[in-house]
């Protein structure tokens, strides 16, 4: 038996990298290990958008040196972002490593394991995909051997981004986009529908701005999914604001089975600072957009994503952000302190906001919506959720875990459900960002527990 251990740090889609490239290893033999002491491949999955995740990357690094030296043969790849990035001077700079590899070049995996047991050491991070930017780069034979999680599904609709964030690294190490024809995209969902999952996520950089062709874009992709048979719910990660607008709207409003909960990443509140941020919208086109959504689809939930400290953020730009967090009322966001990433027009700007500030924001910012959660969750109790119930319990077979339809954690208390059904519970509390719900009546049987519906 062959091991391998996976080390994944970033995004959905690094985790959808991840889980294509142990199905891939999967075919040639391997099974995975949560040991790296014990495992003939090492595989690091990296990722670049911040600095954390990288200077993370290189300390693993570091511990797995004794290991190659205990163990000569066991080799040990990096991929992702940081190796599309740096390339060669991984190899120079850790002598432990075998195989560097971009994003573009997992499907040769198991042929670079090959050629590193001849003695070689290998960087593979030239782009290999070609013009015009559409291109099935999953090929049909891996189309059933994708990313799953239990009754959820993730299915790359796109790759790469053609926007310019300043702070954003994404551009140079994933390239310009390249998106998969529907046709390809369909026949995914339908082989993994076919197995049982009810939840697809379609992922993308930049997922809204999918273009297969001038009059089939994101919003023609969506519907068409939607319209597959037995798709129970569709959630979608990551769209950009300046690519939404209301025909994606109108069709959320229209169709069931997309979630009630969009992820649409604002980075800062005031305009001045998203124009350094070269994020291609003002504050009043992305409240627009929230507004247009809430008054199609009352019950939507919209979380999102902010950058505090980014430089010459001053002490009233940063209110503005803490302003629309109030406006808005996300169900949840993620802050993250500035930190400049090598070749973006930000880190030109300088690091400029202290780093003491920038920590003092960040607790601004998370003590803020942590009053805003508190109170739309109590707001929920009593209220009837949709639920996809995900796993057992760990400690009590009448507790079940699952995600509500806009996407909040929930805890329902029920007998006789199964993992992949899909019920309404009603909610009785909450415990910190848990609600909890007694169950009420089951709206579809999961097919994974081979029962009919
Ligand atoms: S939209 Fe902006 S932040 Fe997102 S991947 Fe593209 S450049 Fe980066």
């Known amino acids: 038996m062959k091991y391998v251990y996976i080390k994944t740090f970033g995004c959905q889609m690094n985790e959808h990298d991840s889980a294509r490239m142990v199905s891939i290893l999967k075919q040639f033999g391997f099974s995975c290990t949560n040991t790296p002491d ?66 573009d070049h997992y499907f040769e995996l198991p042929e670079l394991i090959g050629r590193v047991q001849n003695g070689e050491r290998i960087c593979l991070t030239q782009r290999t995909y070609p013009k015009p930017p559409v291109f099935d780069f999953i090929p049909d034979e891996w189309l059933e051997k994708g990313h799953r999680e239990g009754v959820k ?22 390239g310009r986009e390249i998106y998969r024809t529907p046709e390809n995209i369909q026949k995914e969902v339908t082989a993994v529908i076919a197995e049982g999952i009810r939840e697809i996520w379609l992922l993308g950089q930049n997922v809204n701005a999918y273009k297969f062709r001038d009059d089939y874009r994101f919003v023609q992709l969506l519907s068409d999914v939607s319209n597959i048979k037995d798709v129970w719910r569709i959630r979608f990660t990551s769209p950009h604001p300046h690519d939404w607008n209301k025909e994606l709207t109108d069709l959320i409003a229209n169709r069931k089975n997309i979630a009630r909960h969009i992820h649409l990443p604002l980075q800062s509140g005031s305009n001045r600072i998203l124009k350094l941020m070269r994020r291609r919208h003002t504050i009043e086109q992305y409240i627009e957009h929230i507004e247009y959504l809430r008054s199609k689809v009352p019950k939507i939930e919209v979380s999102t994503d902010l950058i505090v400290g980014f430089p010459t953020e001053t002490d009233e730009e940063f209110e503005e952000t803490l302003k629309v967090v109030e406006q808005i009322k996300f169900s949840q966001i993620y802050p993250f302190k500035y930190s400049p990433r090598p070749g973006t027009y930000a880190e030109k700007l300088g690091d400029t906001v202290p780093r003491k500030t ?18 739309s969750m109590k707001q929920l109790i009593g209220t009837e959720q949709e639920v996809l119930i995900e796993e057992k319990h760990p400690r009590d077979d009448n507790f079940w875990n699952g995600r509500t339809n806009s996407y909040r954690s929930i805890t329902v208390l029920g007998k006789g459900l199964h993992i992949g059904d899909l ?23 999961s097919p994974l527990n081979k029962l009919s519906y």
Do not use: M
Not at 358 to 375: D, F, H, V
């Open 358 to 375: 920038k920590e003092e924001r960040l607790a601004q910012i998370i003590e803020l919506q942590e009053k805003i959660n508190q109170s």
């Open 38 to 103: 014990e495992a003939h491949l090492i595989l690091i999955n990296t990722c670049s958008v911040r600095e954390n995740p990288e200077n993370k990357v290189y300390s693993l690094l570091g511990t797995l040196r004794p290991i190659k030296k205990k163990r000569p043969e066991t080799v040990i790849a990096v991929c992702g972002c940081v190796a599309q990035q740096e390339g060669n001077h991984i190899l120079e700079r850790e002598p432990a490593v075998d195989i560097v590899i971009g994003p």
């Open 423 to 445: 019920i309404y519970g009603r909610v009785t509390g909450f415990r910190g960002h848990w609600l909890e719900a007694e169950y009420i009546r089951t709206i579809k049987i």
């Open 153 to 174: 599904a993730y299915i790359a609709i796109s790759k790469g981004c053609n926007n310019a964030c300043s702070f954003c690294i994404v551009p140079r190490t994933r």
